[in-house]
């Protein structure tokens, strides 16, 4: 959805004389670069192919998709899926741009270098004389001679499935997991409905909650994306549990603070992203009122684009 925020703001807010002087240009120009993830390439080509403009500016664009693509991510699981079922939206992009003979070499190298190395296993094709996903939905874009064939894959190593760390296991996950689901059932029960201490109790106890999430850092034993996973799905957990309005306020405030400071804007947005989207969606007015207490980019882009209702 970001990408398709960027191509509304691309489309609307800049005169003509600023896109051919290339300031719309420069502006697109790192949501094209910063590509982390071949599940970004789908939504960027989108984003390309209904923006009208002058020619120096499509070919620094292009030329930038080009480059972004033409590497290894190391990330097999979402090269395999970032085209399950959408290949043709790929190569209908490139078939259709005058650019074709370019975009189609810098697609060959992306998918030899991402289906050359190392695979997870179940990226393995079933029978012996089949090339492997994602290659085998592109092959038909190449010539004949430069066409892959099951022979450039006989030497890939396809390891077997990762072992998954349970946040189950995590000792800090264990303590507020414990916190939380005594501070929930204390609440919960019939007989404490109307009983302003035990309420008060309740509050009480999500402030315990809240500090306990606050010192649970990123350390030797857990990376900061895991501890970010389950630290967002509890705030997220504790929102509609709250009524109070000003209880309400600070677990958003808390987790807004926590959003806004957290290192995973720059190691893996989509993950950020996804959260804090979610947050905006679950109380917009709360969050808009909120978020100017914190100086983060990405809130203010966010609060501007809904505000032109995008």
């Known amino acids: 959805d970001i990408y398709a925020s960027v191509a509304a703001v691309a489309k ?28 970004q390439i789908l939504p960027i080509m989108e ?6 403009g002058p020619a120096p500016e499509r070919q620094l664009l292009i030329n930038a998709l080009e480059r972004a693509v ?22 209908q992009f490139i078939n259709s ?36 996903h994602p290659v085998a939905e592109f092959n038909f874009m190449f010539p004949e001679e430069k066409r892959f064939t099951v022979e450039d894959f006989v030497a890939v190593e396809y390891r077997g499935a990762p072992k998954d760390k349970l ?3 995590s000792e800090m996950y264990k303590k ?3 916190l939380f689901k005594a501070a929930r059932e204390t609440k919960n029960r019939p007989e404490n409905k109307d009983d302003k201490s035990a309420q008060l109790e309740w509050q009480t106890k999500i402030s315990d909650v809240l500090q306990a999430l606050d ?26 549990e709250v009524a109070d309005p000003e209880m309400k306020a600070a677990v ?34 709360m969050f808009d009122e909120l978020a100017p207490d914190f100086p983060n980019p990405n809130f203010k882009v966010m609060r501007a684009t809904k505000k032109l209702g995008l």
Not at 70 to 91: E, I, P, Q, T, V
Not at 221 to 231: A, C, G, Q, R
Not at 252 to 273: N, T, V
């Open 12 to 39: 609307d807010s800049f005169t003509p004389t600023e896109i051919s002087d290339g300031v719309r240009g420069l502006f697109l120009l790192p949501w094209i670069e910063n590509m982390q993830s071949p599940t």
């Open 47 to 52: 984003m390309l192919s209904g923006l009208k």
């Open 70 to 91: 033409n590497r290894s991510f190391g990330d097999d699981l979402s090269f395999s899926h970032a085209f399950f079922r959408a290949s043709y939206k790929a190569s």
């Open 97 to 132: 741009a005058r650019e074709r003979e370019e975009l189609t070499m810098a697609w060959r190298d992306f998918l030899a270098k991402n289906s050359s190395g190392p695979r997870c296993l179940e990226s393995k094709p079933k029978n012996k004389d089949d090339l492997p």
């Open 167 to 169: 946040y189950l296991d």
């Open 176 to 178: 507020v997991s414990l």
């Open 215 to 240: 010192s649970w850092k990123a350390s030797a034993e857990e990376t900061e994306s895991e501890v970010f996973n389950p630290k967002t799905v509890f705030y997220g957990s504790m929102i509609p």
């Open 252 to 285: 958003m405030r808390a987790f807004m603070r926590y959003l806004a400071g957290s290192p995973m804007q720059k190691d893996s947005f989509i993950e950020w992203f996804y959260y804090t989207r979610w947050l905006t969606g679950k109380d917009p007015a």
